[in-house]
């Protein structure tokens, strides 16, 4: 008999093609037939069968209703023997479509609970119960931080389910490592002088990324050699590019846009600033750590797994003052650079690509008893 796995996630371009190309390879290679399904954002290379369903972001939206409709037709056709979903509302809409159509076995794996501490009262009372009923039809579930894995082990899962805890998703550290730029030479095409202290920032450009704040924290420090690079795009591009201006800091605050060479930029880089509100276990932070950057983020979920006091700060998203202060420090001290650095690298070594994906694959085979 043929074996079919089948990976659902809301979107491709934000989700699957960034995060889950190797695993679907991984099952290549073994000799499965990998079909996906997204809302059809973008292609997913590799697969067999690449199709679309219209799930939705929102737990209010009813198109939700058609996806697990069209997915149970889907389903019931290929006859999967395992589905792997990822995303809030693709957890949700394929472990539903999997009850109904009596598909087991089942992974969803959590990139960072939508309940974490702190978080709006009304995703606590939604997502968290949503979770733990989703639970009972849910035969492995993945988790990427400590405090996600003390949450999740208060769920029933399915007879004989586990939760697993694993270093994210993985990051080609070697490519990290080994990317050789010249400085000088790159600062310049980036629009930043030879000499300056270059803090970098990377990520969307949303409320949840906190870009202002590390503006704001550019704009306090003491060495006017400091200088931001923001790398993403996002909704909130306009109005952060407007306060910038507004605040005189057009030459402290370079706009570097999305990014396909993040290594060489890396390179050209002093320090990491991170201030994010939410994270699950972010890969740009785990980046700037295979670079050797100090790391200056928020002490949130998440980012307290990856850094800590000899790698770097770890501070309140929203203390800019502590933020300026933390940048100064390390643009004053160069022996403390590059001992965090180091350390950052040395650590960076658990969440490399290859070993990620030699836990994840011992994941699935548990679970499949061997099938893989």
């Known amino acids: 008999m043929e074996k079919k796995v089948l990976f659902v996630a809301t979107t491709a371009k934000g989700h699957l093609n960034v995060f889950h190309i190797p695993y679907i390879q991984l099952f290549k290679e073994k000799g499965w037939q990998v079909d996906s399904v997204t809302n059809g954002d973008e292609k997913v290379p590799y697969v067999d069968n690449d199709y679309v369903v219209p799930i939705k972001r929102s737990p209010f939206k009813m198109g939700n209703l058609k996806a697990i409709w069209q997915l149970c037709a889907i389903m019931k056709k290929r006859k999967y023997t395992l589905v792997i979903c990822h995303t809030p509302m693709g957890g949700v809409v394929a472990r539903l479509a999997a009850r109904i159509c009596g598909v087991a076995p089942v992974i969803y794996m959590a990139h960072g609970f939508h309940f974490y501490k702190g978080a709006p009262l009304v995703n606590i009372l939604l997502y968290k119960n949503m979770e733990c009923f ?25 007879k004989n389910g ?17 990317t050789a730029i010249d400085r000088k030479t790159k600062r310049k095409e980036l629009g ?25 924290a550019i704009a306090q420090c003491e060495n006017r050699k400091c200088v931001l690079l923001i790398c993403g795009r996002g909704e909130k591009e306009k109005e952060l590019k407007e306060f910038v ?22 390179r050209a880089a ?23 950057l100090p790391v200056i983020c928020s002490d949130i979920r998440g980012n307290r797994d990856l850094i800590d006091e000899n790698g770097g700060f770890l501070l309140a998203p929203d203390d800019v003052q502590e933020m300026s202060r933390s940048i100064d420090r390390l643009c004053r001290e160069k022996t403390l650079r590059k001992r965090m650095g180091d350390y950052n690298t040395k650590k960076a070594e658990k969440y490399d690509l290859a070993a990620v994906l030699s836990d994840m694959q011992k994941v699935y085979e548990e679970i499949l008893q061997d099938m893989l």
Not at 134 to 158: H, M, P, S
């Open 134 to 158: 989703l639970a009972r039809w849910t035969d492995g579930l993945i988790v990427i931080n400590q405090e996600d894995y003390d949450a999740a082990q208060k769920f029933k899962l399915r």
């Open 162 to 178: 586990k939760v697993f805890l694993l270093n994210g998703i993985g990051v080609d550290i070697d490519r990290v490592r080994n």
């Open 192 to 216: 930043v002088a030879e000499d300056a202290f270059v803090v970098l920032n990377i990520g969307e450009m949303i409320v949840r990324k906190n870009q202002k704040a590390a503006i704001e």
């Open 245 to 266: 201006k507004k605040m005189n800091l057009e030459n402290k605050v370079v706009f570097c846009g999305f990014r396909r060479d993040i290594n060489e930029v890396l």
């Open 270 to 292: 002093d320090v990491f600033l991170f201030p994010s509100f939410q994270e699950g276990l972010p890969v740009s932070v785990m980046e700037a750590m295979a670079a050797g």
